[in-house]
């Protein structure tokens, strides 16, 4: 297993550095990203309006929200959403519960199809991933469908510290195009978007290590 893990991160890594296949897979972070804003907002009182995902792997929850809190813990929600959901597939792997990881994947494709993604291309990935994934349960082949669990897992592990990685960066050198930093900022007025910035990263590397030490005790 350790080997898979291994193998599953460098693909990752790889792959996510081509610039139509990578972002096309990439963006399994992104909808799992949005779907936390828009769960986060249900359960706090909001609603959802839509989610767009787009081409370059960025995506947009459109919410509405009753109270302040509401709107904090919306903002706040997505990259840790992202990472918990890192650290869940690996250690669902590591416990050879491959069927949990796969309901999970398909509750998330069957609720943004049907009630949030509304822009072109997030329904065309929504539809196309899904097919290729329904396609894969269906083969049979059960070494095959692991193989590509571990690799979608290594994917939303690279994309959630990546992605984390870099709206940090973006929210020291342009504080206020800073994403869900810039929003917190915003709502907190007392905290700028670079302190939010470098706590989405450091949750981002406190999962990922979690998950690592599933397989790489550490």
Known sequence: MKTQIILGLIVALLLTQMPIVGKYFAILNTMIHESGHSLTALITGGEVRRISLLPNTS????????????????????YVFASFFAFLFFYLISKGQYKWMIYILIAFLAVNLVFWVRNGYGLFWVITFGAGFIWLL???????????LVFLASLVFVEAVTSAFEIMWISFVSPMQAGDAA?????????????????FFAQ???????????????
């Open 59 to 78: 995506g947009t929850t459109l919410t509405g929200h009753s109270s302040w809190i509401s709107h904090f813990l919306t903002s706040i929600s997505g």
């Open 138 to 148: 269906r083969s049979g082949n059960q070494t095959f469908i692991e193989y590509v």
């Open 183 to 199: 929003n917190l900022a915003r709502a907190t007025k007392f905290i700028p978007a670079p302190l939010w910035g470098m706590a």
């Open 204 to 218: 981002s590397l406190y999962f990922a290590w979690l998950g690592i030490r599933r397989f790489f005790p550490i």
